[in-house]
């Protein structure tokens, strides 16, 4: 079954590239970014973010996002090692847990727990098919009549390259220190009820917004980016919150003992 947890290293190492394709900034360089001081109605009150400019807002928000001890990721993304599109939904820590879902257009679902030194992963038969495409017909029959569908476990050891990737601080990595020039400052919104602030930026036919909570720490609340023509939208949320990491109930078939 080191399929399986192959499978599972690719598509937790997919969705850290999907974030950084998203949230990578641009290095355009457009017009100079004007910095806020009065809010656009004339009230005579100060906007939020006052004085800073959109390179500014972006540097501050991706700071407080990389500095995060744990975050919860969602959204459908690109795959670029296959061209389809990837479903996720994944919260992670800087301690190498998580716990989530990842989901392949077309190859099923998967869903992942990766806690103290065990890896638990639950793969439907569709999954376990298309991740196993490969080997004979009566193989496969095999490992769907045995795991399909019923959460197993395996050292996490033995998954060293998918607790790697479960980990906060690698998939945020490159963000660190991240170019942000030709960020601009956008304007004041909400997502889902939750006050933000709007930074965009272009490069050739591309274009990404970044929503930054305004109330709190300026995390990233959201990243929308269209590249070809293509949206992608990211949504951020769970900051600095427990991974939901407990043992999954019911039947558990143990691999390494197989």
């Given at each position: 079954?080191?399929?399986?947890?192959?499978?599972?290293?690719?598509?937790?190492?997919?969705?850290?590239?999907?974030v950084l394709l998203v949230t990578g900034c641009q290095s355009g360089t457009d017009a100079k970014d004007s910095k806020g001081s009065?809010?656009?109605?004339?009230?005579?009150?100060?906007?939020?973010?006052a004085g800073l400019s959109g390179e500014q807002i972006a540097d501050k928000a991706l700071k407080a996002t990389t500095d995060a001890?744990?975050?919860?990721?969602?959204?459908?993304?690109?795959?670029?090692?296959?061209?389809?599109?990837?479903?996720?939904?994944?919260?992670?820590?800087?301690?190498?847990?998580?716990?989530?879902?990842?989901?392949?257009?077309?190859?099923?679902?998967?869903?992942?727990?990766?806690?103290?030194?065990?890896?638990?992963?639950?793969?439907?038969?569709?999954?376990?098919?298309?991740?196993?495409?490969?080997?004979?017909?009566?193989?496969v029959d095999a490992m769907v009549d045995m795991i399909g569908g019923k959460w197993a476990k395996t050292s996490a050891e033995g998954?060293?390259?998918?607790?790697?990737?479960?980990?906060?601080?690698?998939?945020?990595?490159?963000?660190?220190?991240?170019?942000?020039?030709?960020?601009?400052?956008?304007?004041?919104?909400?997502?889902?009820?939750?006050?933000?602030?709007?930074?965009?930026?272009?490069?050739?036919?591309?274009?990404?917004?970044?929503?930054?909570?305004?109330?709190?720490?300026?995390?990233?609340?959201?990243?929308?980016?269209?590249?070809?023509?293509?949206?992608?939208?990211?949504?951020?949320?769970?900051?600095?919150?427990?991974?939901?990491?407990?043992?999954?109930?019911?039947?558990?078939?143990?691999?390494?003992?197989?």
């Amino acid at each position: 079954m080191r399929s399986s947890t192959r499978t599972a290293a690719r598509l937790t190492a997919a969705a850290a590239t999907a974030v950084l394709l998203v949230t990578g900034c641009q290095s355009g360089t457009d017009a100079k970014d004007s910095k806020g001081s009065k809010d656009s109605k004339g009230s005579g009150q100060e906007e939020v973010f006052a004085g800073l400019s959109g390179e500014q807002i972006a540097d501050k928000a991706l700071k407080a996002t990389t500095d995060a001890e744990s975050l919860r990721f969602a959204g459908s993304v690109p795959d670029e090692e296959t061209g389809k599109t990837m479903t996720l939904d994944i919260a992670m820590n800087n301690k190498g847990e998580c716990a989530g879902t990842v989901s392949p257009e077309g190859e099923g679902t998967m869903e992942i727990i990766r806690t103290g030194k065990t890896l638990y992963m639950k793969l439907d038969e569709k999954s376990l098919r298309a991740q196993n495409k490969d080997q004979d017909k009566a193989t496969v029959d095999a490992m769907v009549d045995m795991i399909g569908g019923k959460w197993a476990k395996t050292s996490a050891e033995g998954a060293a390259d998918v607790a790697e990737m479960c980990n906060v601080d690698t998939v945020l990595d490159e963000l660190e220190g991240a170019s942000t020039a030709g960020s601009k400052r956008g304007k004041e919104t909400e997502l889902a009820g939750t006050p933000a602030f709007t930074v965009t930026a272009k490069e050739g036919k591309g274009s990404t917004t970044m929503y930054v909570a305004t109330e709190g720490k300026p995390y990233l609340l959201q990243v929308d980016t269209t590249e070809s023509g293509s949206p992608v939208s990211l949504k951020f949320s769970d900051y600095d919150k427990p991974v939901p990491t407990g043992a999954p109930k019911g039947e558990i078939v143990d691999l390494d003992n197989l």
